[in-house]
């Protein structure tokens, strides 16, 4: 499969998923009885619609996660799965349930891989805490045990897997994804022969759970960034610096981040794969490391939806279709979705060196962890840019960048700090480190990562939520609460967007479609 193509889109199930739903079900669950019946599945879509989750790949069934409500006392209690089932084959729904019940979670075989199991429990667990319900509750099979039936009981088969010492396809992944087993079924699914009849009672414990009020507003709140303060050292291989950077990317997923952020031209070092006598032609060495951008694009993309994180990939050196140089950052979104920002202000020494030239368009991103602009370095100290993103609702802004000394440095973390009062944002600073002299342009670096907030009450009295050590490579986490910025934006000792004198003055964005053979607009030729 190409990554190229992967789309993935997390939705709610419709009977219009039925027949690929059976056919899904009918290959995956071929040894205990397989679909659910049309009817099945009719009823519990109209019960329960918010349970049953569904992920696709342009308009393919590729996963799916079906869920009931049921009472919490009941089924904690020993229990068989045909607890669970009324007359007709209707999966009895409580609507009135302090708790969820995980039916089934199936992945198509050609996507395994891509933890998408892992996307379909946590929305699971978004939906548990957004309902206000007291905990996910599951009867997990063990299909493995009975491998090991004539040696281990299944406690102590359990108990093994707990310890990996034993691989269990279901119980391993239910473990990983902070599932604990609370107790031992038996005649669970008695047509289960792998499992032998026996099964786990698994918990997941919602630790937000609040009994006496009802959780209306599902909308995510809390985002945790992880920057990685990247040392530029020397690498024998493209490979090589894939490597670290994966490295990192799972580092940053394991401690469940929603954005891992990478520096300014991270994968400069590549041009030291030339000798330093090719390294002086600075222009065909740039061009040189653009040829590498096309395989970075692809495995970072390949990192977010194997890792489940949004990746904000540094910049690298693009070559457009007009065979011009640019410095772009990359978006590479969970779902396998890729995005674009140019740096649009090129430094002298970009200009003079490397002959770069500025883009002409400026977004905010919609993610699935906020509205998010990204200006490269330089950028950030105009803050005509972060103005215009600001009016487009925009909560985080990420700045990767690269700078050699210390007064570089503190150009951009100045600004940058501006950027987050004045327009009631948080913003990321991204930075590398390390001296590497036997590479041109590269003999020192220096950085100290930070994630920057509003001046106010609600934020550290500094504004500033966490910062690295400096000139170490490291790694850096912050959580954002982006219900915060709502506060502040409206009631907030000062309110920045709000009170400015629009009747004084304005700020737009001028139309360059004239570039590329259209006419500018009226209003840019008076500008002009």
Same mark, same amino acid.
């Given at each position: 499969?190409?990554?190229?193509?992967?789309?993935?889109?997390?939705?709610?199930?419709?009977?219009?998923?039925?027949p690929q739903l059976?056919?899904?079900?009918?290959?995956?669950?071929?040894?205990?009885g397989?679909?659910w019946?049309?009817?099945?599945?009719?009823?519990?879509?109209?019960?329960?619609?918010?349970?049953?989750?569904?992920?696709?790949d342009?308009?393919?069934?590729?996963?799916?996660?079906?869920?009931?409500?049921?009472?919490?006392?009941e089924f904690?209690?020993?229990?068989?799965?045909?607890?669970l089932?009324?007359?007709?084959?209707v999966?009895?729904?409580?609507?009135?349930?302090?708790?969820?019940?995980?039916l089934?979670?199936?992945i198509?075989p050609?996507?395994?891989?891509?933890r998408?199991?892992?996307?379909?429990?946590d929305?699971?667990?978004e939906?548990?805490?957004?309902?206000?319900?007291?905990?996910i509750?599951?009867g997990?099979?063990?299909?493995?045990?009975?491998?090991?039936?004539?040696?281990?009981?299944p406690?102590?088969y359990?108990?093994?897997?707990?310890?990996?010492?034993i691989?269990d396809?279901?119980?391993?992944?239910?473990?990983?994804?902070?599932f604990?087993?609370?107790?031992?079924?038996? @005649?669970? #699914?008695?047509?289960?022969?792998?499992?032998?009849?026996y099964?786990?009672? %698994? !918990?997941?414990?919602?630790? +937000?759970?609040?009994?006496?009020?009802?959780?209306?507003?599902?909308?995510?709140?809390?985002?945790?960034?992880?920057?990685?303060?990247?040392?530029?050292?020397?690498?024998?291989?493209?490979?090589?610096?894939?490597?670290?950077?994966?490295?990192?990317?799972?580092?940053?997923?394991?401690?469940?981040?929603?954005?891992?952020?990478?520096?300014?031209?991270?994968?400069?070092?590549?041009?030291g794969?030339?000798d330093?006598?090719?390294?002086q032609?600075?222009?065909?060495?740039?061009?040189?490391?653009?040829?590498?951008?096309?395989?970075f694009?692809?495995?970072?993309?390949?990192?977010?939806?194997?890792?489940?994180i949004?990746?904000?990939?540094?910049?690298?050196?693009?070559?457009?279709?007009? @065979?011009? #140089?640019?410095?772009?950052?990359?978006?590479?979104?969970?779902?396998?979705? %890729? !995005?674009?920002?140019a740096? +649009?202000?090129?430094?002298?020494q970009?200009?003079?060196?490397?002959?770069?030239?500025?883009?002409?368009?400026?977004q905010?991103?919609?993610?699935?962890?906020?509205?998010i602009?990204?200006?490269?370095?330089?950028d950030?100290?105009?803050?005509?840019l972060?103005?215009?993103?600001?009016e487009?609702?925009?909560d985080?802004l990420?700045?990767?960048?690269?700078?050699?000394?210390k007064?570089?440095?503190?150009?951009v973390?100045?600004?940058?700090?501006?950027?987050?009062?004045?327009?009631?944002?948080?913003?990321?600073?991204?930075?590398?480190?390390?001296n590497?002299?036997?590479i041109?342009?590269?003999?020192?670096?220096?950085?100290?990562?930070?994630?920057?907030?509003?001046?106010?009450?609600?934020?550290?009295?500094?504004?500033v939520l966490?910062?690295?050590?400096?000139?170490?490579?490291?790694i850096m986490?912050?959580? +954002?609460?982006?219900?915060?910025?709502?506060?502040?934006?409206?009631?907030?000792?000062?309110?920045?967007?709000?009170?400015?004198?629009?009747?004084?003055?304005?700020?737009?964005?001028?139309?360059?479609?004239?570039?590329?053979?259209?006419?500018?607009?009226?209003?840019?030729?008076?500008e002009?």
């Amino acid at each position: 499969m190409s990554l190229d193509d992967l789309h993935l889109t997390l939705r709610n199930l419709t009977l219009d998923d039925y027949p690929q739903l059976e056919s899904l079900m009918d290959a995956v669950y071929h040894d205990i009885g397989g679909a659910w019946s049309r009817h099945t599945i009719e009823r519990l879509i109209g019960d329960f619609p918010d349970g049953q989750v569904a992920i696709e790949d342009d308009g393919r069934l590729v996963g799916i996660a079906l869920t009931v409500r049921v009472d919490y006392d009941e089924f904690t209690n020993p229990h068989k799965y045909d607890d669970l089932i009324g007359k007709r084959e209707v999966i009895l729904d409580n609507a009135e349930g302090d708790a969820m019940y995980g039916l089934d979670v199936l992945i198509h075989p050609d996507y395994r891989g891509y933890r998408l199991g892992r996307r379909l429990y946590d929305a699971r667990k978004e939906l548990c805490r957004s309902l206000n319900l007291r905990a996910i509750l599951a009867g997990g099979r063990i299909p493995q045990y009975h491998q090991h039936a004539e040696e281990l009981s299944p406690t102590q088969y359990i108990d093994q897997v707990a310890r990996k010492e034993i691989h269990d396809p279901i119980l391993s992944f239910q473990l990983a994804n902070d599932f604990q087993v609370k107790r031992l079924l038996r @005649d669970y #699914l008695p047509e289960d022969e792998k499992s032998q009849g026996y099964a786990t009672l %698994l !918990e997941w414990n919602n630790f +937000l759970y609040e009994p006496a009020e009802l959780v209306l507003d599902t909308r995510k709140t809390q985002v945790r960034v992880g920057a990685v303060q990247w040392q530029m050292r020397e690498f024998d291989s493209v490979e090589a610096v894939l490597q670290q950077v994966e490295y990192f990317v799972d580092a940053l997923a394991d401690y469940q981040s929603d954005f891992a952020v990478f520096p300014e031209l991270f994968n400069a070092p590549l041009m030291g794969l030339q000798d330093r006598a090719a390294q002086q032609d600075q222009l065909a060495a740039i061009r040189f490391l653009a040829s590498f951008t096309e395989r970075f694009k692809t495995e970072l993309s390949r990192m977010a939806v194997t890792c489940n994180i949004n990746i904000i990939a540094g910049s690298m050196i693009e070559v457009g279709e007009d @065979d011009r #140089l640019y410095n772009v950052s990359y978006l590479c979104h969970r779902d396998g979705t %890729l !995005e674009r920002q140019a740096k +649009l202000h090129i430094t002298p020494q970009e200009r003079r060196d490397w002959v770069i030239e500025g883009g002409d368009d400026l977004q905010v991103f919609d993610t699935d962890a906020g509205r998010i602009g990204i200006l490269i370095c330089y950028d950030v100290e105009f803050p005509e840019l972060s103005r215009l993103q600001a009016e487009q609702d925009m909560d985080i802004l990420f700045v990767p960048f690269w700078t050699d000394t210390k007064n570089g440095y503190l150009r951009v973390r100045h600004c940058a700090q501006a950027r987050a009062i004045e327009n009631e944002c948080y913003v990321v600073l991204c930075g590398s480190v390390g001296n590497v002299p036997s590479i041109e342009n590269m003999e020192i670096q220096y950085a100290q990562s930070s994630v920057f907030s509003p001046s106010d009450f609600a934020f550290p009295h500094d504004a500033v939520l966490s910062e690295t050590t400096p000139n170490t490579e490291m790694i850096m986490f912050s959580d +954002l609460d982006l219900t915060r910025l709502t506060v502040v934006r409206n009631e907030g000792s000062v309110t920045n967007l709000k009170d400015r004198r629009k009747d004084l003055f304005d700020l737009r964005w001028r139309d360059w479609s004239w570039k590329s053979g259209g006419r500018p607009s009226g209003a840019d030729l008076d500008e002009g």
